[in-house]
C-alpha cells in the first residue's frame, strides 16, 4: 500500500500535463501512486498520460467513457485508491520539489492527522506571484494538531482540494464525495473541516497554482455562477443532519455568505444583468440557513454587506456599494493631496536645512536601503565611534528595522523631519547603495560609497546591454545619483576596474579593501564559536554554507538549483547545512517553497535573518555558492569554497559577468548535482587543488584586504590623516577634485 494517493482529473491540458505529471514523478519521496482520470478530454491528453503510464508503474489512467466534470472526476480516482493518504492535484497545476518529503515528515510527526493543510503560490501567466493569504495562519499553527471549533480562523484557508491531505479512512469513513458543477470544493472542503478531530499545518508552498489567461471556468462571466447555491445547500443540508455539528453552523453560514458576497463582486464571474438575480439568491439563502442565536459578521465592508442581506433589497444595497465606492474615492483624493502637501512641507524644511552650514561633527549611514545597521557602513561606524568619537554618526533605518538596532544607537526613519535635517547638515555620508535622488549633494560634504562587495554580475551602466536584468532600474538615474560620490572603495584592482567602468562618474577609488571584511581577515575560532552556539549547531559538525544569488532570467529572481533537503541528507551525520539566501530574496516566496519548513524540521539552518553575513561566515567550514559576491569574501578566511555553476551560460546571458568565474574559481566547480554531491562524498573538496586555487583566487582579487580598511576610511576621510602607510594606492577617475587628489598625495 503506497504512503500517498494523488489524483489528477485531467480534461483539455495538453499544454501543461507533462510538466504536471513531471512535478509529481520527479518528488525525491517515491512512496505515492498517481491516479489520472482521463475525463475524456478532446485533445491529446488521453495518449501522454497512456505514454507516462507505459513508462513509470506508478502511474494509473483511467479513461471515463463521458464527460462528467471536475468533481465527479476526482470521486471515480477516489474509489480506485489505495495509499494512506489522498491528495488532489489539478492537471494543469504543479508540484513544488520536496513536497512529499515534508509532506510524509509533517504527517509522521503529527501521528498522521485527520488533514493536513499546506500553502500554495499563485503563478500568473505573465509571472509567479507572492505567498498566499494564508501563510501566516499556516505558520502560527506550529507543530501541533488542533480541531475548527477550538481554532475557527482556519475556515479562512483556501478553499480547494488540492491544497490538503486527507487521511483516506478518516475521508472515505465520513463518505466524502465532489458533487457535479462549479465550487465543487467548498461542501468538501468544510465538512471535512468540521468532522476532522485532528488537523495539521505545513507552513510550506507546496503547489504552483497556475492562474491562465483564458480556459479557466471559475473566470468565465456566466450563469454558471450561480451553482455556488446548490454546493452550499447541499453543505447545509448535510449539518441539517448532524445536530452535534450545530456549533458549525454560525461560523459555515459566514463563510458561505462571505464566498457568495466575493463572486457578485467579481466581474469576470457574475454579469452585471445577473447580479440583482444573484444578489436575490444570496438573500434567500441568508434567510432559509441564519440560526436564532445569529453568525459572528467580519469587521469593515463585509459586515456591512452581510447586515444589509437582512432587510436592503439589490437597488439598496448596489446604491449602499456605490456610495462605499465614491466615499473611497473621495478618501483617496484627501490622502493624495495631504500627502503632496506634507512633502512640499518637508522640501521647504529641507532647503531652509540646506542653508545652514554643515556639521563637521555630524556623519549619516544607511546600508541596504534603510533595512538596518550592516556591512561596511556599520564596520566603518564602529571604527568612527573608537577613533573619532567626537563625530556623532546618525543611522537611516526603516520604522520595521528599528528595533533590531543595538541599544544606543541614534537613529532617523527615512522621510521624518529629523531625517532631512540629519541629511541635510551631514558632512560625512555613508551608504553600500545609492542615496535617494531627492537629496543633493551639498559643497564640502564627503560621500562615502562602500558597495556590496566584489562584483562579478555586471553593474550600473554595464546593465544597459541586458534588457533582462535591468528590467525595472533607470540606469541614467543610477548614475546621476553616482554623481554625487566622492569616494568608492576598493578590495582589489578587479574591482576598481569594474566600478569604475559601471559607474563613469566623478569619484576616487580608494584602495582600502572592504570595512566589513576586516573581522575575517586573520580570525580566530571564538566568534565562529559563538555563533554556532546561537545557531543551535553542534561545535563537533563541519558547518556547510549554501550562498546562492538570485537570477534575472526568472521573474522574482528565485530558482531552486537543487533540493537543499536532499544535500543535507547526502552530506550524512556529522555535517550542517546552513542556507543564506540573497538579501533580494529574503522576503519573498523562496523560503516559502520548503526552506522554513527545513529550518523548523531541523534538516538546515536557516541563517538568512542573521543580521551580520560575517557572522555566519565565521560559523562555516566551506562555502557552496554559484555566483554570489560572498565568495570574494570567504577566501579570505582561508576556507574551502565550492562554485555550483549549473547555468553558468543562462545565467551569464540574462545577467553578464566581467570574468568567467568556471575558468577563474576560488575552489572546485560542479555542473551538476551528482557531481557536487561525489565532490563532497569524496573529500575533494578541501585537497590541496582546492587550496591553490583559493590562494591564486585571494591574490588576484583581494588584493587590498588586510584588516585595516575601517580604520583607513576613518583616518584618512573623517580625520584627515595623511601618509603612505594609511593607504596603499589611490586611482583617480578621469575627472576627479583637486580636494580629492590633494587629500590621497598629501
Not at 15 to 24: A, I, W
Not at 52 to 64: C, E, K, N, P
Amino acid at each position: 500500500m503506497p504512503r500517498f494517493s494523488i489524483i489528477v482529473p485531467v480534461y483539455n491540458v495538453q499544454g501543461f500535463l507533462r510538466e504536471c505529471l513531471d512535478s509529481v514523478l520527479g518528488q525525491c519521496h517515491g512512496d505515492f501512486e498517481v491516479i489520472a482520470v482521463d475525463d475524456r478530454s478532446p485533445d491529446g491528453s488521453g495518449a501522454i498520460l497512456d505514454e507516462y503510464a507505459a513508462r513509470d508503474r506508478r502511474v494509473r489512467v483511467l479513461h471515463l467513457p463521458e464527460n462528467v466534470g471536475l468533481g465527479r472526476a476526482r470521486n471515480a480516482g477516489l474509489d480506485e485508491a489505495a495509499g494512506d493518504y489522498v491528495l488532489f492535484l489539478d492537471s494543469d497545476d504543479r508540484y513544488t520539489p520536496g513536497l512529499l518529503a515534508a509532506v510524509a515528515a509533517r504527517l509522521a510527526a503529527a501521528d498522521d492527522p485527520d488533514i493536513l493543510v499546506f500553502d500554495h503560490v499563485r503563478t500568473h501567466w505573465w509571472g509567479r506571484g507572492g505567498r498566499s493569504e494564508a501563510a501566516d495562519l499556516l505558520a502560527a499553527a506550529g507543530l501541533g494538531t488542533f480541531r475548527v471549533r477550538d481554532e475557527p480562523a482556519y475556515l479562512n484557508l483556501f478553499l480547494v482540494a488540492w491544497n490538503k491531505a486527507y487521511r483516506r479512512d478518516f475521508f472515505q469513513g465520513h463518505g466524502l464525495r465532489y458533487a457535479p458543477g462549479l465550487y465543487e470544493d467548498a461542501p468538501v472542503t468544510y465538512r471535512s473541516m468540521v468532522l476532522a478531530e485532528r488537523i495539521a499545518c505545513l507552513d510550506r508552498i507546496g503547489v504552483e497554482y497556475r492562474q491562465r489567461r483564458q480556459g479557466a471556468i471559475t473566470r468565465t462571466p456566466g450563469r454558471r455562477h450561480f451553482e455556488i447555491f446548490a454546493q452550499y445547500a447541499g453543505l447545509f443540508a448535510f449539518l441539517q443532519e448532524r445536530p452535534d455539528l450545530g456549533w458549525a453552523r454560525p461560523l459555515l453560514l459566514e463563510r458561505a455568505l462571505d464566498h457568495m458576497l466575493f463572486v457578485l463582486a467579481r466581474e469576470d464571474r457574475v454579469r452585471p444583468a445577473d447580479r440583482a438575480a444573484f444578489y436575490r439568491e444570496i438573500r434567500a439563502f441568508h434567510r432559509r440557513h441564519l440560526p436564532e442565536g445569529g453568525f459572528p459578521r467580519p469587521d469593515g465592508w463585509r459586515g456591512l454587506e452581510m447586515r444589509l442581506l437582512a432587510s436592503a433589497p439589490y437597488p439598496s444595497y448596489a446604491a449602499v456599494r456605490g456610495l462605499r465606492d465614491l466615499r473611497a474615492a473621495a478618501g483617496a483624493r484627501r490622502r493624495k493631496v495631504a500627502q503632496k502637501a506634507s512633502r512640499s512641507a518637508l522640501r521647504t524644511w529641507y532647503a531652509a536645512q540646506s542653508r545652514r552650514p554643515l556639521d563637521p561633527h555630524l556623519a549619516v549611514y544607511a546600508a541596504t536601503h534603510h533595512r538596518g545597521m550592516s556591512g561596511d557602513p556599520a564596520a566603518i561606524y564602529s571604527k568612527a565611534r573608537e577613533l573619532a568619537p567626537h563625530i556623532r554618526g546618525v543611522w537611516v533605518v526603516r520604522e520595521d528595522a528599528v528595533d533590531a538596532l543595538p541599544p544606543g544607537v541614534d537613529h532617523v526613519t527615512p522621510g521624518s523631519r529629523r531625517y532631512h535635517e540629519v541629511v541635510a547638515r551631514a558632512t560625512y555620508w555613508v551608504n553600500n547603495v545609492n542615496w535617494p535622488g531627492t537629496l543633493a549633494k551639498r559643497p564640502g560634504s564627503v560621500h562615502i560609497h562602500t558597495h556590496q562587495g566584489t562584483p562579478l554580475k555586471y553593474m550600473g551602466a554595464d546593465l544597459l546591454a541586458k534588457p533582462g536584468a535591468r528590467h525595472g532600474f533607470d540606469v541614467p538615474q543610477m548614475l546621476r545619483r553616482a554623481d554625487r560620490w566622492d569616494y568608492s572603495l576598493v578590495a582589489g584592482r578587479h574591482a576598481e576596474r569594474a566600478w569604475e567602468r559601471a559607474y563613469p562618474c566623478h569619484f576616487t577609488s580608494l584602495r582600502t579593501g572592504s570595512p566589513r571584511n576586516d573581522v575575517l581577515v586573520g580570525a580566530g575560532p571564538e566568534r565562529g564559536a559563538a555563533v554556532r552556539e546561537r545557531l543551535g549547531i553542534p561545535a563537533e559538525n563541519t558547518v556547510v554554507l549554501y550562498a546562492p544569488t538570485r537570477r534575472d532570467y526568472r521573474k522574482g529572481g528565485h530558482v531552486d538549483r537543487f533540493d537543499p533537503a536532499r544535500f543535507a541528507g547526502d552530506l550524512g551525520p556529522g555535517h550542517t547545512l546552513v542556507v543564506r539566501l540573497h538579501p533580494s530574496l529574503a522576503g519573498g516566496i523562496a523560503r516559502g517553497l520548503g526552506l522554513s519548513d527545513l529550518h523548523r524540521r531541523g534538516v538546515v539552518v536557516d541563517a538568512t535573518d542573521e543580521p551580520h553575513v560575517e557572522d555566519v561566515m565565521l560559523a562555516s567550514d566551506v562555502l557552496v555558492t554559484d555566483y554570489s559576491a560572498l565568495m570574494f569574501d570567504y577566501v579570505l578566511l582561508d576556507r574551502p569554497v565550492v562554485v555550483h555553476a549549473d547555468d553558468w551560460g543562462a545565467f551569464t546571458a540574462s545577467r553578464g559577468a566581467y570574468f568567467d568565474v568556471t575558468a577563474d574559481a576560488p575552489g572546485h566547480v560542479t555542473r551538476s548535482y551528482p557531481e557536487l554531491a561525489r565532490l563532497f562524498a569524496s573529500g575533494a573538496w578541501q585537497d590541496a587543488e582546492a587550496a591553490r586555487l583559493r590562494a591564486d583566487f585571494r591574490s588576484r582579487y583581494c588584493e587590498f584586504e588586510d584588516g585595516r580598511a575601517a580604520e583607513r576610511v576613518v583616518r584618512l576621510l573623517m580625520l584627515g590623516e595623511r601618509g603612505g602607510a594609511l593607504l596603499p594606492a589611490a586611482r583617480r577617475t578621469p575627472a576627479v577634485s583637486v580636494r580629492s587628489e590633494a587629500l590621497i598625495e598629501g
